[in-house]
């Protein structure tokens, strides 16, 4: 399968908790975006890299939330001391290089923070 | 700052007619792009169609067309020929031309009915 690929699916945490999710973007994409979709809404931007370089994070990404990219390839999303709001499908997708193409998402992880 | 406003929560066509998905949109930027992506329960979001703003001529994939009225900041999506499949939740979305962060609207629920 060579779609983006996110880890885990589900994740159901306590409150307080920290956890970390994982992203694998198509091998060849340079750009990884990540979004929060709550219940009934569309998808809301949290951050943006190029390569391995955060150009952008989003003002609804707390201090609680870090996002790395190290290499350039898999990304992960870590939130600590987690709270209910923070219940919500955590979306994952690359895009390839050039003007605005086509951004191509990941099954996302559902995280539920009881 | 760009917003999307899909006005429809929900909507239903009976299969084989003709259903038309609304959504507005609003952007200072003179270049963008606009997006329908398509989410079916529990599985991926998928691009169904991508309209750059600055061409005039609709575009159109297969069964699927849009009405674009960049004046009035418009951008539309209609099914011909719906079928079981197109059952979904249906997102506009708005991108830049320098990134593919998008914007998304809140989506409308499309129900097909056999």
């Known amino acids: 399968d060579t779609g983006v690929s996110q880890d885990p699916r589900h994740k159901i945490t306590k409150r307080g908790q920290n956890v970390t999710f994982r992203c694998d973007p198509i091998?060849?994409?340079?750009?990884l975006y990540w979004y929060r979709q709550t219940l009934g809404q569309g998808p809301e931007f949290l951050t943006y890299f190029q390569n391995e370089a955060q150009l952008e994070k989003s003002r609804l990404l707390s201090d609680r939330f870090s996002a790395e990219r190290p290499k350039g390839s898999f990304s992960t999303l870590e939130i600590q001391r987690t709270e209910q709001g923070d219940s919500a499908m955590y979306l994952c997708?690359?895009?390839?290089?050039?003007?605005?193409?086509?951004?191509?998402f990941g099954q996302g992880t559902r995280l539920t923070v009881v | 700052a760009q917003t999307v406003t899909q006005s429809q929560p929900e909507m239903s066509v009976q299969e084989a007619e003709t259903v038309t998905l609304s959504c507005t949109y609003d952007t200072s930027e003179s270049d963008y792009y606009l997006f329908w992506y398509k989410q079916p329960p529990s599985r991926q979001m998928i691009l169904v169609i991508r309209q750059e703003a600055y061409k005039q001529q609709n575009a159109t994939e297969n069964r699927f067309s849009v009405n674009f009225q960049k004046a009035a900041k418009s951008f539309s999506l209609k099914i011909s020929d719906s079928q079981l499949g197109d059952a979904a939740m249906y997102f506009c979305?708005?991108?830049?031309?320098?990134?593919?962060?998008?914007?998304f609207g809140a989506g409308t629920i499309l129900r097909v009915k056999s």
């Open positions: 091998s060849e994409h340079n750009r």
């Open positions: 997708a690359s895009v390839p290089q050039g003007t605005n193409t086509e951004a191509f």
């Open positions: 979305a708005i991108g830049g031309v320098g990134g593919n962060k998008l914007v």
